[in-house]
């Protein structure tokens, strides 16, 4: 069986962008605890890094916001009858990195614009549990098109 995407091209690059943002911000963050200690001692912050991770982290933020704002216009898959259990597992799955996408870069933003140490571990500590659903997240995506061969893929990379 092959499955047919719901996926509008506005939402593909969304999906994409987003991921590229992520991945880009978990790259760069090596010093931003020093960072916001310079910072947070009115000590100049040096370097690039902090600079990139704000404002990638920042941009992120306004990404997830035009793509939930999609999604909730546009829906996602095609279906013809009501959704199967595998599919409402999925949906769960996905509001709940929607819910972990948009977390993140606030807790980041609350910690760096809003002058506090008290929310930076929480930022990190969700952080890593973004990174454990999106490794999970990609391994299913994996599986499905490779194990079970049902072309879901192509739903986010509508090569044909
Ligand atoms: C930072 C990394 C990623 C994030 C945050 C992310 C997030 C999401 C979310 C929230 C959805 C649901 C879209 C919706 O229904 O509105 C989705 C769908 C999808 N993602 Fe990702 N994704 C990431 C990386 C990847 C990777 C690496 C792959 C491929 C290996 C992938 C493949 C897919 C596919 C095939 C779908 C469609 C699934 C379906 O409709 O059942 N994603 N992704
Ligand atoms: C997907 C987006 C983001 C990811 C993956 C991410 C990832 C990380 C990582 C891995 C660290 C630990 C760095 C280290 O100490 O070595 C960190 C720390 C930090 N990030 Fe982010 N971040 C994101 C968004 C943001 C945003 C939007 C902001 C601010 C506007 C931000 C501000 C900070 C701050 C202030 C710290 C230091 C926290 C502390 O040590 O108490 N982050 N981030």
């Given at each position: 069986m092959t499955l047919r995407s719901g996926y509008s091209g506005l939402q593909i690059g969304l999906h994409w962008a987003a991921a590229v943002l992520i991945a880009a911000n978990y790259v760069i963050s090596d010093g931003m605890g020093e960072a916001l200690d310079a910072r947070l001692s009115g000590q100049p912050v040096l370097g690039l890094t902090p600079v990139w991770h704000v404002w990638a982290g920042t941009a992120l933020l306004a990404v997830v916001a035009v793509r939930l704002i999609v999604r909730l216009m546009s829906g996602n898959r095609e279906t013809t009858g009501p959704k199967t259990l595998a599919e409402r597992a999925a949906d769960v799955g996905h509001w709940v990195l929607y819910g972990l996408m948009l977390a993140v870069p606030a807790l980041g933003a609350i910690t760096w614009f809003g002058m506090t140490d008290s929310t930076g571990d929480l930022h990190v500590l969700v952080m890593n549990a973004m990174m454990l659903v999106i490794l999970g997240h990609a391994a299913m995506a994996i599986f499905h098109h490779f194990?079970?061969?049902?072309?879901?893929l192509r739903r986010m990379i509508p090569l044909n």
């Open positions: 194990v079970l061969k049902d072309g879901l």
